[in-house]
């Protein structure tokens, strides 16, 4: 059966940088896109980033661009998401979440349990 | 980028009524809007895609609608298990967004 699980989240102060990582089974994970969706506490979904299967594409929110990179290892079945000069409104839940069909733009039909990320002095 | 505004907020109902949910972009997105459902404490399900098309494994009772900017999600007889909260994504290009979600709960 399919299974996401993150990890890599914990305690940041502001200014540092964080690595967080989503090990993907049960699936062809070189064959999907894969995102990067996060959750304040209490608050709703916020997208953050896309990748596609191969690595070539990847797409950002304005609210981390040029802070956040999204990358993958097929070899490895690993997604990543390297976040630098994370500020407090960084503070979520970071959940992974494959692509539904190869043919992006059909939503997300597995996501892990997320991994928290907290930016606190 | 797209804005995605979903009404009601909230909705207090009772098992075997029928729910609709609206979700409505600033520009068009085509049919390119997602339908989640969150739990408490659980990673949002995908419901619906391409605006009209149930997801692998979700009940009949779930259907959606629309195109172009405005879209709707029906539970036709709600279940005691589908209290939760709904999110509507626009994957119309790029950035996607979610909508603020719509909290369906018992009366």
């Known amino acids: 059966q399919v299974q996401l699980v993150e990890s890599g989240g914990g305690v940041v102060q502001p200014g540092r940088s964080l690595r967080v990582s989503c090990a993907a089974s049960?699936?062809?994970?070189?064959?999907?896109?894969m995102h990067w969706v996060r959750q304040a506490p209490g608050r709703g979904l916020d997208w953050v980033s896309f990748?596609?299967?191969?690595?070539?594409?990847?797409k950002y929110a304005d609210s981390v661009k040029g802070r956040f990179t999204v990358s993958r290892d097929n070899s490895k079945n690993t997604l990543y998401l390297q976040m630098n000069s994370l500020r407090a409104d960084d503070t979520s839940l970071y959940y992974c979440a494959k692509e539904n069909t190869p043919v992006a733009g059909t939503g997300s039909d597995f996501w892990g349990q997320g991994t928290l990320v907290t930016v606190s002095s | 980028e797209i804005v995605l505004t979903q009404s009601p907020a909230t909705l207090s109902l009772s098992p075997g009524e029928r729910v609709t949910l609206s979700c409505r972009a600033s520009q068009s997105v085509g049919s390119s809007l997602v339908w989640y459902q969150q739990k408490n404490g659980q990673a949002p399900r995908l419901l619906i895609y391409n605006s009209s098309n149930r997801a692998t494994g979700i009940p009949a009772r779930f259907s959606g609608s629309g195109s172009g900017t405005d879209f709707t999600l029906t539970i036709d007889s709600l279940e005691p298990e589908d209290f939760a909260v709904y999110y509507c994504?626009?994957?119309?290009?790029?950035?996607?967004?979610f909508g603020p979600g719509t909290k369906v709960d018992i009366k």
């Open positions: 994504q626009h994957r119309s290009g790029w950035p996607s967004s």
């Open positions: 990748i596609s299967y191969d690595g070539k594409l990847t």
């Open positions: 049960g699936f062809t994970f070189s064959s999907y896109g």
